[in-house]
């Protein structure tokens, strides 16, 4: 099956820096992918869509110039979180999907932020 | 807007027996997919199954089986034959048909516990 890669695993950030994350398709073309946000015992939360090549597109709510999202490649995606506070501390998980008309979406093991 | 609504938090089985996790959702359209997925204490997201809303058969993936009524916009996950290993949090989810932006919607997630 396909697999999604998300790096790292567990990060631990000061506040006032910014930390990113990657994530990447292994062994398929995504040609769109999401990120979400999870707390404890939480559902997820969509916090964006992007596609290869273009801006992503934030859900309402979501701060823009926080959380930056680039999907430069058809296999990589990062989000960046800017200025990273303690209330920014979180699970990050991405996903991915094959294409248009295809259901599937494959996702990341996702990333455990800590700000202190 | 599409909700999907999993009214109970918590639920406990004995192992080797059967439980059923309940979703309601509610959507205007008429072509969807409708999964439950599985995130076990690693939090990786795990796809159970899936249902296409234009079949009226329902899906059926080994000791997991759905109960999907559409007129009443439920879809029920069966677990037959507990094992401990079942023990996670269930998510329901929707997305419409059409395009690859298209996103997934989750339920609040139910923990489900497996005594043994």
């Known amino acids: 099956g396909a697999v999604v890669s998300q790096h790292p695993s567990w990060v631990i950030c000061k506040s006032g820096t910014s930390v990113k994350i990657e994530c990447r398709s292994l062994?398929?073309?995504?040609?769109?992918m999401f990120w979400y946000r999870q707390f404890p015992k939480q559902s997820l939360m969509l916090m964006a869509t992007?596609?290869?090549?273009?801006?992503?597109?934030?859900e309402q709510g979501v701060e823009k110039d926080k959380f930056l999202i680039n999907h430069a490649s058809l296999t990589l995606s990062t989000l960046t979180v800017t200025s990273a506070h303690p209330e920014d501390s979180s699970f990050y998980i991405c996903s991915a999907t094959l294409g248009v008309g295809r259901y599937e979406q494959y996702f990341g093991p996702g990333t455990r932020l800590t700000v202190t | 807007a599409q909700t999907v609504t999993q009214s109970q938090p918590e639920m406990s089985v004995q192992e080797a027996e059967t439980v059923t996790l309940s979703c309601t959702y509610d959507?205007?359209?008429?072509?969807?997919?409708l999964f439950w997925y599985k995130q076990p204490p690693s939090r990786q997201m795990i796809l159970v199954i899936r249902q296409e809303a234009y079949k009226q058969q329902n899906a059926t993936e080994n000791r997991f089986s759905v109960n999907f009524q559409k007129a009443a916009k439920s879809f029920s996950l069966k677990i037959s034959d507990s094992q401990l290993g079942d023990a996670a949090m269930y998510f329901c989810a929707y997305r419409i048909i059409t395009g690859a932006n298209s996103k997934l919607t989750f339920g609040k997630g139910i923990t489900l516990s497996v005594r043994p």
């Open positions: 959507t205007s359209e008429s072509d969807y997919y």
């Open positions: 992007s596609n290869e090549g273009s801006k992503a597109t934030y």
């Open positions: 062994d398929f073309q995504a040609t769109t």
